[in-house]
């Protein structure tokens, strides 16, 4: 079905800002209904955090919005997470998936928000 290549995550001060990046090759770089960012923290559940349709419908869960934006670029076929004003509660693995739970996932990028 493809491929997803992510980067970009690390270790960052609070109101800090990190930029995701997930590169994606094969089908699901063209043929897809839902591109989206899940994040895993120690002892939670796997959250989604943001989400961009076909029709380039993009949204962010309540927890993120005015800090976090989801975009991506076609022509380059790279999904992105821009993360902004970081707080420590953000601290998790970044997943990037292409259709879902039964879909196309990334390994996951480690972001690490602390002082």
């Known amino acids: 079905q493809g491929r997803l290549v992510e980067s970009g995550g690390g270790l960052v001060q609070p109101g800090g800002s990190l930029r995701l990046s997930c590169a994606a090759s094969?089908?699901?770089?063209?043929?897809?209904?839902?591109m989206n960012w899940y994040r895993q923290a120690p002892g939670k559940q796997r959250e989604l955090v943001a989400f961009?349709?076909?029709?380039?419908?993009?949204v962010v869960v309540d927890a993120v919005k005015g800090r976090f934006t989801i975009s991506r670029d076609d022509a380059k076929k790279i999904l992105f997470l821009q993360m902004n004003n970081l707080k420590p509660e953000d601290t998790a693995v970044y997943y990037c998936n292409v259709n879902g739970d039964r879909g196309v996932w990334g390994q996951g990028t480690q972001v690490t928000v602390s002082s």
């Open positions: 961009i349709t076909n029709v380039r419908t993009a």
């Open positions: 094969g089908p699901i770089a063209t043929y897809f209904n839902s």
